[in-house]
């Protein structure tokens, strides 16, 4: 195996170039986890842990090197609660932004966040830079369109409300991944996204279950009760060694209906 330490992102995108399947290696949670499971044997891994111009942080940009442990910080509140929930602190030390978009599994928790902020992943290759909504990025499970040439520099997010709540549900309290996740942001005049995770080959948002929760600021308990249902209904979950098909259903339904309640307090 090769192993290739750029020092700025030029040189970076320069390796990633030069070489027919290069693996960028960000924090290595998920890689290494895959290389000792021999799941993967990369040829040429491309460390990606000296380029400062991944780690820039501010309110509409969130660099690729951003890790877990820095976004507990984050002023949106759903941000820092999903940070909080990502494995245990040494994982979120190492973990990054651009790790957990790049295994792009359904159940990564960052994607709630990102599908209901409508955010932008912007990929950068010596050829030149590509913006790309989520859902457009997203194509399947751990699948994404990014080429092998180029690099998730990062996520554009647009403004966003205040109004803002996370939830996960997994076996136990920590160190756990999400059976369902869900993140809604609220605009207090009414407007509501929801966007749930591990309920879908990608993460996805409820859109019809977003236009009984965006119709009105006050919403009644029958608004709740049609939410929580059109929540359940337009999940699309399969049964896997984590759960079943009709558990996480109804778990999407109940989680995306705590979440909203938490933002209309
Ligand atoms: C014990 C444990 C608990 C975990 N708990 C959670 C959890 O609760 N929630 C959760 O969401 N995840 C969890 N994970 C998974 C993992 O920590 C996250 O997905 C993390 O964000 C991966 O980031 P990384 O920097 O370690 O990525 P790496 O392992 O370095 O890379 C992951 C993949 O992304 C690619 N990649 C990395 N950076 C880039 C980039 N900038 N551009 C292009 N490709 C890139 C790599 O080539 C690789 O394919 C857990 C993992 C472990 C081992």
Not at 25 to 54: F, I, Q
Not at 60 to 65: E, H, K, Q, S
Not at 213 to 222: C, F, N, P, Y
Request: glycine share 6%.
């Amino acid at each position: 195996m090769e192993y290739v330490r750029p020092k700025a992102l030029g040189e970076a995108l320069d390796a990633l170039a030069a070489f027919d399947d290069p693996t960028p290696l960000a924090g290595g949670t998920d890689l290494m986890v895959e290389v000792n499971l021999n799941h993967r044997r990369p040829d040429v891994v491309v460390s990606l842990r000296s380029l400062d111009e991944l780690r820039r942080w501010d309110d509409t940009w969130i660099g690729a090197g951003v890790t877990f442990a820095r976004l507990e910080g984050a002023d949106d509140p759903a941000l820092a609660q999903l940070a909080r929930t990502v494995g245990s602190p040494q994982i979120r030390a190492a973990a990054t932004l651009g790790g957990n978009l790049g295994t792009a599994s359904p159940a990564a928790d960052s994607l709630p966040f990102l599908a209901a902020a409508d955010a932008h992943v912007v990929l950068k290759s010596t050829a030149g830079e590509r913006r790309l909504r989520w859902d457009e990025f997203f194509v399947g499970p751990k699948q994404t369109v990014r080429r092998p040439d180029e690099l998730i520099v990062g996520v554009e997010l647009p403004s966003r409300p205040e109004r803002q709540a996370f939830a996960k549900v997994g076996v136990r309290q920590a160190m756990v991944i999400s059976m369902v996740s869900c993140c809604v942001l609220r605009d207090p005049s009414g407007p509501t996204r929801v966007a749930l995770g591990s309920v879908g080959p990608t993460v996805l948002r409820a859109t019809d279950a977003e236009e009984v929760a965006s119709q009105a600021a006050r919403l009644t308990d029958t608004d709740l009760d049609e939410f929580q249902r059109r929540v359940s209904a337009e999940v699309r979950p399969i049964t896997d060694h984590r759960s079943t098909a009709e558990y996480r259903r109804h778990a999407a339904g109940v989680v995306a209906r705590r979440a909203l309640e938490r933002c209309l307090r």
